[in-house]
T-cell receptor, first 108, second 119 residues
Framework: DAKTTQPTSMDCAEGRAANLPCNHS???????VYWYRQIHSQGPQYIIH???NNETNEMASLIITEDRKSSTLILPHATLRDTAVYYC?????????FGTGTRLQVFP | DAGVIQSPRHEVTEMGQEVTLRCKPI?????LFWYRQTMMRGLELLIY????????DSGMPEDRFSAKMPNASFSTLKIQPSEPRDSAVYFC?????????????????FGDGTRLSIL
């Protein structure tokens, strides 16, 4: 599975869009990009995933660059409850290998 | 719809004791995963099952750890004998996986974890 690089931490004002970047320059053609988040002391929660095209669901949008070497998770209107660690994972298989993620702090 | 259920939520025991963690996956899911999370090592995959069969146990730290899935609705992770360094939060997750579809694998659903402290 390709390695991912994420910033250690980010801040975002409540109500603003949170844009979380992920670098996966060694991604292979069939590998998907997954995003999970972990709110303090809870189990990780699935957010979204994609292959090539941009994806949107009720939680977030996923923008994948044309060369697929990086992606951005967008929370359009961040709330205090979005404060969490966000993990970007690239995989072809059932296995998820979690890195250190980005700690997003949403402030009032 | 019930999610992944883990028990106990908290366990405190003395070094050398046997510890058994339990997991009930979401009904209908055919894959089950055990993870361990510590401050030092983050979230690590220990083992996963597909259709009750262990597929990859390369993350199991040592022989003191064992996992079983006797049926589709139950799995255990056992540590015998336990050591203080086994203290961690252990998560179970389940998923509905099969032939890799063009939409990618379905997401994993995690339980709330078992917080284990070995004194």
């Amino acid at each position: 599975d390709a390695k991912t690089t994420q910033p250690t931490s980010m801040d975002c004002a409540e109500g603003r869009a949170a844009n979380l970047p992920c670098n996966h320059s060694t991604i292979s053609g069939n590998e998907y990009v997954y995003w999970y988040r972990q709110i303090h002391s809870q189990g990780p929660q699935y957010i979204i995933h994609g292959l090539k095209n941009n994806e949107t669901n009720e939680m977030a949008s996923l923008i994948i660059t044309e060369d697929r070497k990086s992606s951005t998770l967008i929370l359009p209107h961040a709330t205090l409850r979005d404060t969490a660690v966000y993990y970007c994972i690239v995989t072809l298989s059932d296995k998820l290998i979690f890195g250190t993620g980005t700690r997003l702090q949403v402030f009032p | 719809d019930a999610g992944v259920i883990q028990s106990p939520r908290h366990e405190v025991t003395e070094m050398g004791q046997e510890v058994t963690l339990r997991c009930k996956p979401i009904s209908g899911h055919n894959s089950l995963f055990w993870y361990r999370q510590t401050m030092m090592r983050g979230l690590e995959l220990l083992i996963y099952f597909n259709n009750n069969v262990p597929i990859d146990d390369s993350g199991m730290p040592e022989d003191r750890f064992s996992a079983k899935m006797p049926n589709a609705s139950f799995s255990t992770l056992k540590i015998q004998p336990s050591e203080p360094r086994d203290s961690a939060v252990y998560f179970c997750a389940s998923g509905d996986f099969g032939t890799f579809s063009r939409d990618g694998n379905q997401p994993q659903h995690f339980g709330d974890g078992t917080r284990l402290s070995i004194l």
